[in-house]
């Protein structure tokens, strides 16, 4: 092999920007060395490349109804709340947007749902058909790879299960919606109620959202399981698929995802049900049966999914202060669904449980969790908080909305849950950039900093002596 034979392939193995000259025109190759050496960085880039495609898409006068170009803007936010699979919006998504509108809207949420890091790896991996240590391991800690194996195999099963779960959810919308849209339409806004019911996106292609099924349940249980099931996340799907209904056999995580994402469900459809209870506004003129119901679809969206039977504006303020909780609490670990996630939550109360009795260690399951994931959990949840706190001070600053509607869409914004009080669409350009930068900060935050912390742990060999500060 001659050296420039040698040089040119250590590039390609290294992923390096490498210039080739292929019958007198110079080539740029851009391999993936960066995608192994920054992760977390990586993703950002990715998510930021996809924001900016499809928010110029979105500004074309062929996707609005009308045929004129949407204002920056708002498309700008659709196009940053589609690829976080958010929801919020600026502008009425079911008469604003044409045909071509809503196709760029359903791509960019799938896309968003599988992940733009996904697909990134997927890439790397057909370029230089081998991932870096740092890209192994941003795919275990975002997609739940149980080893640093065959990552390639790994992200076809992440495909694969959610294409097939997206397909049931096809077929069980579409003979309600072909009922009451007709056969075309229905095939439509089955295909893309399924789509971000598990992408827990929770747009909507009809005016009003879904009030008009508010009584249908062939369309509300299949779009609650969608949301509910797309929340668990794909390491939860990994262990199942691998240990089928075996609880015995299920690792820690799951284990405490589906326990508390099953808590927080009944926890918040309860909360919800009995503060709406007498509500007129809301669900105060309805049966105890439609109260109950609307109190756990509520429960169900109220962490991510984004669809609402009732308009959050006509909630009582204690009920808006519940949902933001759940909001900011969120979905399962590398789910659709945002927030900080149910491990996060799940993590603090074992640490607390376990410091209230004076334990020295944090265990669940007969299992030891070790105490770098708690400064894990720890920073997560701060970084969280102080997201959403610079949000509602510049809102704050720039609107003369009350301190609740702005904390409200600034939570959903951040957990990427798509409920709003309206608020976005009353927003000026400033607020509108300040909730799409939250929304990307949200989707890729937590999920970045837990990554590019699992890369860069590192072993000293020395201590320093120990000294406890008071504390409380």
Same mark, same amino acid.
């Given at each position: 092999?001659?050296?420039?034979?040698?040089?040119? %392939?250590? %590039?390609?193995?290294?992923?390096?920007?490498?210039?080739?000259?292929?019958?007198?025109?110079?080539?740029?190759?851009?391999?993936?060395?960066?995608?192994?050496?920054?992760?977390?960085?990586?993703? @950002?880039?990715?998510?930021?490349?996809?924001?900016? /495609?499809?928010?110029?898409? /979105?500004?074309?006068?062929?996707?609005?109804?009308?045929?004129?170009?949407?204002?920056?803007?708002?498309?700008?936010?659709?196009?940053?709340?589609?690829?976080?699979?958010?929801?919020?919006?600026?502008?009425?998504? !079911?008469?604003?947007?044409?045909?071509?509108?809503?196709?760029?809207?359903?791509?960019?949420?799938?896309?968003? $749902?599988? $992940?733009?890091?996904?697909?990134?790896? /997927?890439?790397?991996?057909?370029?230089?058909?081998?991932?870096? &240590?740092?890209?192994?391991?941003?795919?275990?800690?975002?997609?739940?790879?149980?080893?640093?194996?065959?990552?390639?195999?790994?992200?076809?099963?992440?495909? &694969?299960?959610?294409?097939?779960?997206?397909?049931?959810?096809?077929?069980?919308?579409?003979?309600? +919606?072909?009922?009451?849209?007709?056969?075309?339409?229905?095939?439509?806004?089955?295909?893309?109620?399924? =789509?971000?019911?598990?992408?827990?996106?929770?747009?909507?292609?009809?005016?009003?959202?879904?009030?008009?099924?508010?009584?249908?349940?062939? @369309?509300?249980?299949?779009?609650?399981?969608?949301?509910?099931?797309?929340? +668990?996340?794909?390491? =939860?799907?990994?262990?199942?698929?691998?240990?089928?209904?075996?609880?015995?056999?299920?690792?820690?995580?799951? *284990?405490?995802?589906?326990?508390?994402?099953?808590?927080?469900?009944? /926890?918040?459809?309860?909360?919800?049900?009995?503060?709406?209870?007498?509500?007129?506004?809301?669900?105060?003129?309805?049966?105890?049966?439609? *109260?109950?119901?609307?109190?756990?679809?509520?429960?169900?969206?109220?962490?991510?999914?984004?669809?609402?039977?009732?308009?959050?504006?006509?909630?009582?303020?204690?009920?808006?202060?519940?949902?933001?909780?759940?909001?900011?609490?969120?979905?399962?670990? %590398?789910?659709?669904?945002?927030?900080?996630?149910?491990?996060?939550?799940? =993590?603090?109360?074992?640490?607390?449980?376990?410091?209230?009795?004076?334990?020295?260690?944090?265990?669940?399951?007969?299992?030891?969790?070790?105490?770098?994931?708690?400064?894990?959990?720890?920073?997560?949840?701060?970084?969280?908080?102080?997201?959403?706190?610079?949000?509602?001070?510049?809102?704050? !600053?720039?609107?003369?909305?009350?301190?609740?509607?702005?904390?409200?869409?600034?939570?959903?914004?951040?957990?990427?849950?798509?409920?709003?009080?309206?608020?976005?669409?009353?927003?000026?350009?400033?607020?509108?950039?300040?909730?799409?930068?939250?929304?990307?900060?949200?989707?890729?935050?937590?999920?970045?900093?837990?990554?590019?912390?699992?890369?860069?742990?590192?072993?000293?060999?020395?201590?320093?002596?120990?000294?406890?500060?008071?504390?409380?």
């Amino acid at each position: 092999m001659s050296r420039g034979s040698g040089h040119r %392939a250590r %590039a390609v193995r290294d992923g390096a920007r490498t210039t080739e000259r292929l019958r007198g025109v110079p080539v740029v190759r851009l391999g993936s060395g960066f995608i192994r050496r920054s992760p977390a960085q990586a993703s @950002v880039v990715a998510f930021l490349s996809a924001a900016a /495609l499809f928010s110029a898409l /979105l500004a074309l006068p062929l996707a609005s109804a009308d045929g004129r170009p949407t204002f920056l803007p708002d498309a700008v936010f659709t196009a940053v709340s589609a690829i976080t699979v958010t929801g919020l919006t600026t502008v009425d998504t !079911a008469t604003h947007w044409s045909p071509f509108g809503l196709i760029v809207i359903l791509v960019a949420i799938e896309i968003g $749902g599988l $992940g733009i890091v996904t697909l990134a790896l /997927l890439l790397a991996r057909a370029v230089t058909r081998q991932l870096g &240590l740092g890209g192994k391991l941003f795919a275990q800690q975002n997609i739940g790879s149980p080893e640093l194996g065959d990552v390639g195999a790994l992200l076809r099963i992440v495909i &694969l299960t959610t294409l097939s779960i997206q397909a049931v959810l096809f077929v069980a919308l579409a003979p309600p +919606f072909i009922v009451a849209d007709g056969v075309g339409a229905g095939l439509w806004h089955a295909l893309f109620y399924a =789509v971000s019911a598990f992408n827990n996106a929770g747009f909507s292609v009809h005016e009003g959202g879904l009030s008009e099924f508010s009584s249908n349940l062939w @369309v509300l249980v299949p779009l609650a399981v969608g949301v509910f099931v797309g929340s +668990f996340g794909f390491p =939860v799907f990994l262990n199942l698929l691998k240990e089928k209904w075996r609880p015995k056999h299920w690792n820690l995580h799951t *284990k405490i995802t589906l326990i508390t994402t099953s808590a927080l469900l009944v /926890l918040g459809a309860v909360a919800w049900s009995v503060l709406e209870w007498d509500n007129h506004a809301s669900t105060g003129d309805l049966s105890p049966a439609e *109260k109950m119901f609307r109190g756990l679809f509520a429960s169900t969206m109220m962490r991510s999914g984004g669809f609402s039977l009732t308009n959050p504006n006509d909630s009582t303020p204690t009920t808006l202060l519940i949902t933001d909780a759940f909001m900011f609490v969120g979905g399962g670990s %590398a789910s659709t669904a945002g927030g900080i996630k149910v491990t996060t939550l799940a =993590v603090l109360i074992l640490a607390i449980v376990a410091e209230s009795r004076g334990l020295p260690d944090v265990t669940a399951a007969r299992r030891t969790i070790p105490n770098g994931l708690l400064r894990v959990a720890i920073s997560v949840t701060f970084l969280g908080a102080s997201l959403v706190l610079a949000a509602t001070i510049l809102l704050r !600053a720039t609107t003369d909305a009350p301190l609740d509607r702005i904390l409200f869409e600034v939570i959903s914004a951040f957990a990427t849950c798509g409920l709003s009080v309206g608020l976005s669409a009353e927003l000026d350009p400033f607020g509108k950039y300040v909730l799409s930068a939250l929304m990307l900060a949200g989707r890729i935050g937590p999920i970045g900093l837990a990554a590019a912390l699992a890369v860069t742990q590192r072993k000293t060999l020395f201590t320093f002596p120990t000294e406890r500060p008071i504390v409380g």
